[in-house]
């Protein structure tokens, strides 16, 4: 049987017992000894101190360690100590258990660090299989990030991606670090991308301003161009060149942006100018050109009585040449007016010419002509296919009789329609 175990087991049960001053004495001289599986050793004195006084005062040493272990124990329960902390806390307090100058079951106290081995070896392999998911997480975050940061490098989202960049980067520095290799790499990737945006947002910038100042130069010149046009009399032609140089001004593209508003106000003034000038004058002659409308209304709506609906052809054409001719003597009418009239005039012409071309059409020898060889060969077709079915049924032909009258039903349908096309020459 193991003598030290039995030692240790009734020491144990003794501190069950009797609590941690079993565990010591103090000799005559005043020395005080701690009884251990290997013994009894001496742990000091204390001077001017009954043995009593001596024994509790190594009994408190104890009960620090003790306490020492109870809060390793809470601390690695709740979680607030990390297994490596608590491992490196467990190995140096099992050393100063064993060796400490202090009495009770000093034994027992060690054995409880040593039960607490277990549970930090689980605690910190759950640990390594947390950092290591973790590090897995962040490695796919960050390969992530680096290809979003390639592609925002490689686009032209030349304001956002600035944004964009900055997000990403706060994000990056709340990841955890991966293993140096891969992150250094994945970083340099990122970093290079960034790089990347940043000079080809700064090129493009820069041709931007190069491209503005250009526009700035050129809307000058325009402006310069168009004041002198401000107070011309020539509507058609003045108007014509302000579109000219609209045009100009908006292929010119955006000049800087803090003289660009500046240079329209400027150039839309100049065209305010002409163009409220014009509409004043033009307002005027459609005052004057409101009788010309009302007598061409007028001409119009006796016209239209006197033509239509055409009879005849002839006096339709002299009737519409009298009244042309009135209605062009009689001057313009307001803008407003124009496309309604001239609607109204078109309509009218049409009407005579599309009679005119109906009455030739009917009235064309050729034409009449055509129509009757039409009627004539489709009238000897059906008498030649009807003596060709009479034969057949004589001769008991049936099949033969029976084609013959399916075709005459055709060639009869064709004869009407031509027979219809001659009655209208004759109409």
Same mark, same amino acid.
Request: glycine share 4%; proline share 3%; hydrophobic share 35%.
């Given at each position: 049987?193991?003598?030290?175990?039995?030692?240790?087991?009734?020491?144990?049960?003794?501190?069950?017992?009797?609590?941690?001053?079993?565990?010591?004495?103090?000799?005559?001289?005043?020395?005080?000894?701690?009884?251990?599986?290997?013994?009894?050793?001496?742990?000091?004195?204390?001077?001017?101190?009954?043995?009593?006084?001596?024994?509790?005062?190594?009994?408190?040493?104890?009960?620090?360690?003790?306490?020492?272990?109870?809060?390793?124990?809470?601390?690695?329960?709740?979680?607030?100590?990390?297994? /490596?902390?608590?491992?490196?806390?467990?190995?140096?307090? /099992?050393?100063?258990?064993?060796?400490?100058?202090?009495?009770?079951?000093?034994?027992?106290?060690?054995?409880?660090?040593?039960?607490?081995?277990?549970?930090?070896?689980?605690?910190?392999?759950?640990?390594?299989?947390?950092?290591?998911?973790?590090?897995?997480?962040?490695?796919?975050?960050?390969?992530?990030?680096?290809?979003?940061?390639?592609?925002?490098?490689?686009?032209?989202?030349?304001?956002?991606?600035?944004?964009?960049?900055?997000?990403?980067?706060?994000?990056?520095?709340?990841?955890?670090?991966?293993?140096?290799?891969?992150?250094?790499?994945?970083? /340099?990737?990122?970093?290079?991308?960034?790089?990347?945006?940043?000079?080809?947002?700064?090129?493009?910038?820069?041709?931007?301003?190069?491209?503005?100042?250009?526009?700035?130069?050129?809307?000058?010149?325009?402006?310069?161009?168009?004041?002198?046009?401000?107070?011309?009399?020539?509507?058609?032609?003045?108007?014509?060149?302000?579109?000219?140089?609209?045009?100009?001004?908006?292929?010119?593209?955006?000049?800087?942006?803090?003289?660009?508003?500046?240079?329209?106000?400027?150039?839309?003034?100049?065209?305010?100018?002409?163009?409220?000038?014009?509409?004043?004058?033009?307002?005027?002659?459609?005052?004057?050109?409101?009788?010309?409308?009302?007598?061409?209304?007028?001409?119009?709506?006796?016209?239209?009585?006197?033509?239509?609906?055409?009879?005849?052809?002839?006096? !339709?054409?002299?009737?519409?040449?009298?009244?042309?001719?009135?209605?062009?003597?009689?001057?313009?009418?307001?803008?407003?007016?124009?496309?309604?009239?001239?609607?109204?005039?078109?309509?009218?012409?049409?009407?005579? /010419?599309?009679?005119?071309?109906?009455?030739?059409?009917?009235?064309?020898?050729?034409?009449?002509?055509?129509?009757?060889?039409?009627?004539?060969?489709?009238?000897?077709?059906?008498?030649?296919?009807?003596?060709?079915?009479?034969?057949?049924?004589?001769?008991?032909?049936?099949?033969?009789?029976?084609?013959?009258?399916?075709?005459?039903?055709?060639?009869?349908?064709?004869?009407?329609?031509?027979?219809?096309?001659?009655?209208?020459?004759? !109409?």
């Amino acid at each position: 049987m193991n003598t030290t175990a039995t030692i240790s087991g009734k020491m144990a049960l003794m501190s069950q017992v009797a609590g941690p001053q079993s565990f010591g004495r103090v000799d005559e001289d005043g020395t005080v000894y701690v009884r251990t599986p290997e013994g009894e050793r001496a742990v000091g004195q204390v001077p001017d101190a009954t043995g009593e006084e001596a024994l509790e005062f190594f009994v408190r040493r104890f009960q620090s360690l003790e306490t020492e272990v109870d809060l390793l124990e809470s601390r690695l329960k709740s979680g607030r100590l990390s297994p /490596h902390n608590a491992q490196q806390a467990a190995g140096k307090l /099992h050393s100063s258990i064993l060796q400490a100058n202090a009495v009770g079951d000093l034994a027992a106290l060690a054995a409880r660090l040593d039960a607490l081995t277990p549970d930090i070896e689980a605690k910190a392999a759950s640990q390594r299989e947390e950092k290591a998911d973790a590090q897995a997480k962040a490695r796919q975050a960050k390969e992530g990030m680096v290809s979003e940061a390639e592609k925002i490098s490689a686009g032209t989202d030349w304001r956002g991606g600035v944004t964009k960049f900055r997000n990403l980067l706060d994000e990056w520095k709340k990841l955890p670090r991966i293993d140096k290799t891969t992150d250094d790499e994945l970083w /340099h990737r990122f970093s290079t991308a960034r790089t990347t945006y940043t000079r080809r947002r700064k090129a493009q910038f820069a041709e931007q301003n190069a491209k503005r100042e250009e526009a700035r130069k050129v809307k000058e010149a325009i402006i310069a161009e168009a004041a002198p046009l401000a107070t011309s009399t020539e509507w058609g032609p003045t108007a014509r060149d302000f579109r000219d140089l609209m045009a100009r001004w908006k292929a010119a593209g955006p000049a800087p942006r803090e003289v660009d508003d500046k240079l329209w106000k400027q150039f839309r003034k100049i065209q305010d100018t002409f163009f409220d000038a014009r509409t004043a004058a033009m307002s005027e002659l459609d005052e004057e050109f409101k009788g010309n409308l009302d007598a061409k209304v007028k001409l119009l709506d006796e016209a239209e009585k006197q033509i239509l609906p055409i009879s005849d052809v002839s006096a !339709a054409k002299e009737q519409f040449r009298t009244f042309l001719d009135q209605f062009n003597e009689l001057g313009k009418v307001p803008r407003d007016a124009i496309r309604r009239i001239d609607s109204r005039l078109r309509s009218l012409e049409e009407k005579v /010419h599309s009679a005119e071309q109906a009455e030739w059409k009917r009235t064309d020898p050729q034409a009449r002509e055509r129509a009757e060889e039409t009627v004539a060969m489709l009238q000897g077709q059906i008498d030649k296919l009807t003596a060709d079915a009479q034969k057949a049924e004589a001769a008991g032909k049936t099949t033969d009789a029976a084609k013959a009258r399916e075709s005459i039903g055709t060639y009869q349908t064709w004869l009407d329609q031509a027979r219809k096309t001659l009655d209208d020459f004759s !109409a």
